[in-house]
């Protein structure tokens, strides 16, 4: 009879530990990470400009993302980015050419070189939660 109510105590407090293991590891698990969406414009020299896309690249997670800008300088990131601080720099456009043929990737020369990687470019932008609006001002 001892055994018996030993082993009742003893799977009554494995059931409770189940439960309470159950409330408590889902808590223990990563962070969320506040993340923000990003759109805006891009300009050179005061003008809509949209032969390229671009670039937002964190220097601290290495996180980032892009986009190709569309007509009238605007442009909009897919997926959302973690909060922080972001260098803005500009690529080719994605190409739409035939896949199966190598074509050449030119960048647009008008554009100082600085702006075409994030180790050169001085544009910096700030992703906040929530919805953020960028203008990249480009400078010949």
């Not at 892009?66 to 500009?90: E, M, N, R, T, W």
């Amino acid at each position: 009879m001892v055994f018996g109510s030993y082993l009742q105590r003893l799977f009554r407090g494995a059931a409770w530990l189940a439960v309470v293991s159950l409330l408590v590891l889902p808590a223990c698990g990563k962070a969320v990470v506040p993340t923000g969406t990003v759109k805006g414009t891009v300009t050179l020299d005061g003008e809509p400009y949209d032969n390229a896309a671009v670039m937002f690249l964190s220097l601290q997670t290495g996180q980032g993302g892009s986009a190709d800008i569309q007509s009238g300088g605007s442009f909009a990131l897919v997926d959302p980015l973690p909060v922080g601080s972001y260098k803005v720099f500009l690529a080719p456009k994605a190409s739409t050419a035939n896949l199966e043929e190598a074509a050449p990737v030119t960048i647009d020369t008008n554009v100082p070189d600085k702006y075409w990687n994030e180790a050169g470019t001085d544009i910096t932008a700030d992703v906040k939660e929530g919805e953020n609006t960028v203008t990249v001002e480009l400078k010949k």
